[in-house]
């Protein structure tokens, strides 16, 4: 089977075309990937983001049915519009359903800033002006600052796929500042992950991404090392916490 050293359940946003190939990219030999999407509209408006809550659940039930280790909501916006306590009240109720452990984007990109001891940092997104100043606030809440914040400014999240790397290379440069801890670079649509090594040897401080730090959230649940060099220094952190108790498998 499949999945034989852990599974993956993935939830990402019926539009997001990103997150689901640089995951199945980087999982190692054993793991696998699979993906329920969550319907909703291409715009990142307030009723489509919070929309997406029940979307998720209804989602989830069949997907459970793939007895997954770990589930992760990868949607950064999604899971940080309404703050913390949504976020946690999410995670269990997706924990519920899928009867394991389950992480958001927003909760993962707090736990690799917290980890890599970040207290400042700037932020490039793809974001219109409302969900930067959520996304502000929920890191705000768990004591972490923005110095600088760098928007490509787009509300149609469809067309976050298309912005290419090298412009996410260019809009970081454009936005660090010298008195941030490090960078993160929200929104799991963004194709952040290839640039962060070659920013992070530019730059001189820490660069983050959505997708690396959902995926590198997903394998500390699970207790896995993923073996990965070239994809930026978060993956490269050791201490994991020690993993979630296995589900029972069925004979």
């Known amino acids: ?114 980890h890599g001891g970040l207290k400042t940092v700037d932020v490039v997104t793809p974001y219109v002006a409302l969900t930067n100043e959520r996304l502000k606030s929920f890191l705000g809440a768990h004591g972490i600052g923005v110095v600088r914040l760098g928007t490509f400014d787009m509300l149609d999240m469809f067309d976050h796929a298309k912005i290419q790397p090298e412009e996410i290379y260019r809009k970081v440069k454009e936005t660090v500042s010298p008195d941030s801890d490090g960078v993160f670079v929200a929104c799991t649509q963004l194709r952040a992950m290839e640039v962060l090594d070659m920013l992070e040897r530019d730059l ?11 995926a590198w959230e997903a394998f500390r649940v699970l207790g896995i090392d993923p073996a990965i060099t070239h994809l930026g220094s978060l993956f490269r952190m050791t201490d994991p916490p020690a993993p979630a108790e296995p589900r029972k498998r069925s004979a």
């Open 1 to 114: 089977m499949y999945g034989w050293r852990a599974r993956i359940g993935l939830l990402v946003p019926s539009i997001n075309t990103t997150m689901e190939p640089e995951l199945w990219s980087i999982v190692p030999h054993g793991v696998s990937v699979h993906t329920a999407r969550i319907a909703g509209g291409r715009h990142g408006t307030p009723e489509t983001l919070r929309g997406m809550e029940a979307e998720a659940k209804r989602a989830l039930e069949p997907l459970a049915m793939t007895e997954p280790d770990v589930v992760v909501y990868a949607c950064t916006s999604g899971s940080f519009f309404e703050g913390p306590a949504w976020n946690k009240k999410l995670c269990d109720e997706l924990a519920a359903i899928a009867d394991c452990p389950a992480v958001t984007t927003a909760g993962a990109m707090v736990a690799a800033l917290q």
């Open 204 to 214: 001189g401080k820490p660069v983050y991404s959505a997708v690396q730090a959902s």
